[in-house]
């Protein structure tokens, strides 16, 4: 028997564009919800790590003892960032903002100095803030610490269910993308049903009637991983155009990640329907073909 396999239909043939198409379209939302998933880590701390603690000092506070204070807050573990606001800087911010000077009709600036503080990500919740403030209120050189209790509390509780629907939708699409790629394989096998009947006939073994079948199902998956990879990912690259902090949420491991699963996703599901749905029509005989 020839060793050619003619009857599996070629990567220029519609029947192949067609199942290409689809299953990119699949890998491309399957992929968005593993970008979304391993996203989801760093999106919770870049809104943690921006939401402030303001240290408001004492009026009358020299600026050796700001110096002293600044130095002291800084080298803590739990700090990201710290911003010294000086009372000239805090009435030009309010000036900015309400479009008025204060201080020409009260005769004296009202607003004190303070510093900025912006935690990192793994303090960024009511106990440890708790612990945090006081610690900084042990100094006599401070006239309170104030952040947006609300605000933090809503947003620690809005990642933590937002974690969970992301779990829930990425079990879903993955068993949807399944599926699909499923159908597609199947209608694929289904259309050449009779030739593997007349192979199977004429004697050819089940591993040389599936070989052709399983390397064009790997082909199709590794260039539809690719067409996918290249959109998500042309796409990351044409949204930090209108925002260059979305890199800051998606980095360069995340993409990369994100492309290894895709190409894996697509190969394991590809390949294991293939092989699946040929077992399926290895194992008719020829009188149950005409009746499926």
């Known amino acids: 028997m020839a060793r050619k396999h003619h009857h599996v239909p070629g990567i220029f043939s ?30 919770s701390g870049y809104v943690r790590e921006n939401i402030n603690i303001t240290v408001i000092l004492n009026d009358d506070i020299s600026k050796d003892d ?4 600044q130095e002291n807050i800084q080298k803590q573990e739990y700090v990201k960032t710290l911003k010294y606001i000086s009372k000239e800087e805090a009435l030009n911010e309010q000036c900015n903002a309400m479009g008025t000077d204060p ?20 303090y960024a919740n009511s106990a440890d803030i708790r612990k945090i403030i006081r610690q900084v209120k042990t100094t006599n050189k401070v006239m309170d610490v104030v952040y947006q209790k609300e605000l933090m509390d809503s947003v620690n509780y809005n990642i933590r269910k937002l974690s969970v629907i992301l779990l829930i939708i990425a079990g879903l699409f993955t068993y949807i993308s399944f599926a699909l790629i499923n159908n597609t394989v199947r209608l694929t096998i289904f259309s050449k049903r ?41 796409g990351i690259y044409w949204l930090e155009g209108y925002e260059q902090e979305i890199r800051q949420v998606i980095g360069t491991n995340i993409l990369a990640i994100t492309g290894v ?14 092989f699946f749905s040929l077992s399926r029509y290895l194992r008719m005989t020829s009188n149950e073909l005409y009746h499926i």
Do not use: H
């Open 66 to 69: 700001i110096s002293w204070l």
């Open 261 to 274: 699963a895709v190409l894996g996703f697509g190969i394991l599901i590809t390949y294991l329907c293939t």
């Open 194 to 234: 009779f030739l593997i009947n007349t192979m199977k006939l004429v004697g050819a073994s089940w591993s040389f009637i599936r070989r052709p079948f399983l390397e064009r199902a790997f082909l199709l998956a590794v260039i539809s991983a690719f067409i996918a990879d290249a959109i998500i990912i042309g």
């Open 103 to 122: 201080s020409e009709f009260l005769g004296y600036n009202p607003f004190t100095a303070s510093f900025e503080i912006k935690l990192k990500a793994e």
């Open 14 to 43: 519609t029947q192949f564009i067609t199942s290409l198409i689809s299953i990119s379209l699949v890998l491309i939302l399957l992929g968005t919800i593993v970008l979304f998933v391993l996203s989801a880590k760093n999106l």
